[in-house]
């Protein structure tokens, strides 16, 4: 069975870095495009942060240059380095692995900035 669990959330001042941690349990975890989202209620959830298998990354506009997405395939982890975090950064964090046609979810990690 596939899982990924998000950790790491937590309350930061505006400013600050919080670093969020997915733990797979997955087979072939090196294969999976691994993703970032983040969901604010009444909103849609918006992809943050994508590495793909080769390690090639990429970022939403709103967080470039802040966030960095990275990987562990022996150790079965994805990370994303969040520096110089913003209000409008706090949102739930959701971990995301694809496969082929495939997608599972974390459960999500709550992440809040206060200003």
């Known amino acids: 069975q596939v899982q990924f669990v998000e950790s790491g959330g937590g309350l930061v001042q505006s400013g600050g870095s919080l670093r969020l941690s997915c733990a797979a349990s997955?087979?072939?975890?090196?294969?999976?495009?691994m993703n970032w989202f983040r969901q604010t209620p009444g909103k849609q959830r918006e992809l943050v942060a994508t590495?793909?298998?080769?390690?090639?990354?990429d970022y939403a506009d709103s967080v470039k240059g802040r966030f960095t997405i990275s990987r562990d395939n022996a150790k079965k982890l994805v990370y994303l380095q969040m520096n110089f975090l913003k209000p409008e950064d706090t949102a739930v964090y959701y971990c995301?692995?694809?496969?082929?046609?495939?997608?599972?979810w974390g459960q999500g990690t709550q992440v809040t900035v206060s200003s």
């Open positions: 995301c692995g694809a496969l082929g046609s495939r997608t599972f």
């Open positions: 997955a087979l072939f975890f090196s294969h999976y495009t």
């Open positions: 590495i793909s298998s080769g390690d090639t990354t």
